[in-house]
């Protein structure tokens, strides 16, 4: 670590609606160093898939990336024609889906379609990639990895085809994973060794992780540091476990209150009141002032993301942890 990787500036994403464009991704700003894993954290609907898609070149239209840079290796990924793009995804930069079905070909076996991944990419023969499909198959927890090569992905249930495409994402050593809540569907005992493979491929090769997820159990023992968003836009960014024992945005402490290991047995859970608001319709100033027991009128105007020691930020006037930092 200590090496930029991925330095994202101003993002804006947007989809039209009949009532004007939603802002999905709205100046959504952060760096990844090699090596380094940034959990990426909120509610469905803050905006952590399509930042994803974003930084990937993979937002379908009508939808569009409409103002900032994507930094990767110093080189603009937004300005880069889609030919070179396509060379670099699955090669140095790869993504994991919800859904292993975007990943995987339903009419090729996973022997071809992992082999084929290899070839694309790099100077290898078949039997060298078969062998490489095989070990990594093995390494996320596939019993009978030969066997299951020879399969095709409707052969295969939902928790081994979302291990194939892990497998897939995993097989070329790429500089950065974006992985976008890849372990959802798995049991805990697989879930934990694919956390533990992943997070060794990062110390060990550095490579960079964006771990998409609104499982903060999972974000707090894999992440380096976690960005909190709301509403599109980055609410809190700091290290792991800081963040985690003292939170400085309100909305990050929501979320840690609607955990149910931080309750007293019992106790009801202390949820987030209200509801998400609409993209199309965000409040004036801060987005979370409406659900906010702490807005007042400077809550009106739109707080920046400000500088706390630590190596923190937040976009709050009125942040819980000031006073113990």
Not at 42 to 61: H, N
Not at 286 to 301: E, I, K, L, W
Request: charged share 20%; hydrophobic share 40%; with cysteine.
């Amino acid at each position: 670590m200590g090496e930029t990787l991925l330095s994202v500036r101003g993002l804006v994403t947007e989809f039209p609606t009949a009532k004007g464009p939603a802002r999905a991704v709205d100046h959504v700003s952060f760096d990844l160093q090699r090596g380094e894993i940034l959990g990426l954290v909120g509610e469905s609907g803050s905006g952590k898939s399509v930042t994803g898609f974003s930084i990937m070149g993979l937002v379908e239209p009508p939808g569009r990336v409409t103002a900032g840079n994507v930094f990767f290796n110093g080189q603009d990924l937004l300005t880069r024609p889609k030919e070179a793009m396509r060379q670099l995804r699955g090669n140095r930069i790869a993504m994991i889906f919800q859904d292993p079905m975007m990943t995987l070909n339903p009419v090729l076996r996973i022997d071809t379609q992992m082999i084929e991944t290899l070839q694309a990419h790099s100077d290898i023969s078949r039997d060298a990639a078969r062998a490489r499909s095989r070990e990594v198959l093995a390494k996320v927890g596939i019993p009978s990895p030969d066997e299951r090569l020879l399969c095709y992905p409707h052969q295969l249930s939902g928790g081994m085809r979302q291990r194939v495409a892990i497998a897939i994402a995993l097989l070329l050593d790429p500089d950065l994973i974006i992985a976008d809540e890849p372990t959802t569907a798995l049991d805990v005992t697989i879930q934990a060794q694919i956390l533990f493979e992943v997070q060794n491929l990062c110390r060990v090769t550095g490579t960079a992780l964006i771990w998409i997820s609104h499982d903060l159990g999972v974000v707090g023992g894999l992440a380096d540091r976690i960005a909190v968003m709301y509403a599109g836009r980055i609410v809190e960014l700091g290290p792991t476990d800081a963040t985690l024992a003292a939170p400085l945005h309100r909305y990050t402490e929501g979320l840690l209150h609607s955990l149910p290991g931080r309750n007293r047995r019992g106790e009801r859970l202390r949820q987030i009141s209200g509801m998400t608001p609409a993209l199309i319709d965000l409040p004036k100033g801060c987005a979370f002032a409406p659900r906010c027991a702490q807005a007042d009128g400077a809550c009106d105007a739109r707080p920046p993301l400000l500088d706390f020691p630590g190596q923190r930020q937040a976009a709050c006037f009125h942040p819980v942890a000031l006073e113990a930092l």
